[in-house]
């Protein structure tokens, strides 16, 4: 490994790297069963009572594939939460000092457009079941925040459409990074977040 052992570089706390992997994790399971789920509530061809075509699904699957996805994805906004007031409060350790400053910069914009983004997306999310009062979570309903507006819940899904997207975005420049850092830079940035005796 062609790391140059002649630089210190602190690592991330153990509750920060956990933080940051379970929220990866959940963010990766999050983003195809979005999709999906979607997919089949609104677009997969079905049957309705009648025998007669329809567009969309609605079955146990379905509605299990949506409580699901509104379990994980306030998970998400919490851990996010606990995450950025533990960084608020705790800071990060210093950046890799061989890193050129314009990079650092680069990446401490991405870092933060993504927890604003994980902030954002689901409190979107949670705001368009209200208005479409979909508020049914295995059973269980969610408090509203909003009166029911179906026309709004529509645009406001089209709002939490883009900002998942925007989140595949940052995330993949944020990989690729850290994909640059560890086999072509080689420095010790990946490091910070997966500790040495690790990787
Ligand atoms: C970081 C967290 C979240 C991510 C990354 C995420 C991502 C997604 C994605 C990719 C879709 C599919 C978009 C489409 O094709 O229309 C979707 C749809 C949906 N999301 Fe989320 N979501 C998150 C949190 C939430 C939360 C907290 C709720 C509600 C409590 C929620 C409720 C929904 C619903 C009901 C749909 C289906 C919309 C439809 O049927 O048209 N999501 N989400
Ligand atoms: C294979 C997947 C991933 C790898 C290898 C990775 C790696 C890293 C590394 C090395 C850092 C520290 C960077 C530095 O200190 O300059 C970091 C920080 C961070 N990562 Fe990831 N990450 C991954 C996935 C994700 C995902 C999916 C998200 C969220 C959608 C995410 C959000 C963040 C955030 C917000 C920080 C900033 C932490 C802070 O300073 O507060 N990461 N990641």
Same mark, same amino acid.
């Given at each position: 490994m062609a790391q140059d052992p002649k630089y210190d570089l602190p690592t991330y706390t153990p509750v920060a790297r956990g933080l940051h992997w379970w929220i990866a994790l959940l963010v990766f399971i999050q983003l195809p069963l979005g999709f999906y789920m979607a997919y089949r509530g609104n677009e997969m061809p079905g049957v309705n009572e009648k025998g007669e075509p329809v567009k969309g699904v609605w079955d146990a699957l379905t509605d299990t594939l949506y409580s699901s996805h509104k379990v994980i994805g306030l998970t998400i906004l919490l851990f996010v939460i606990l995450r950025l007031l533990y960084r608020l409060t705790r800071g990060a350790p210093r950046? +890799?000092?061989?890193?050129?400053p314009a990079l650092t910069g680069i990446s401490h914009f991405v870092h933060w457009a993504l927890y604003a983004l994980l902030i954002a997306v689901p409190v979107i999310g949670y705001k368009a079941i209200s208005y479409g009062n979909y508020l049914d979570v295995f059973g269980v309903h969610l408090p509203a925040i909003?009166?029911?507006n179906e026309n709004l819940a529509k645009e406001v899904f089209e709002w939490h459409e883009t900002g998942a997207i925007l989140i595949i975005v940052f995330a993949s420049i944020h990989i690729a990074a850290a994909v640059y850092h560890r086999f072509?830079?080689? +420095?010790?940035v990946v490091e910070r977040m997966i500790p040495k005796r690790v990787v």
């Open positions: 950046s +890799d000092p061989t890193v050129p909003s009166e029911k072509i830079r080689r +420095d010790r």
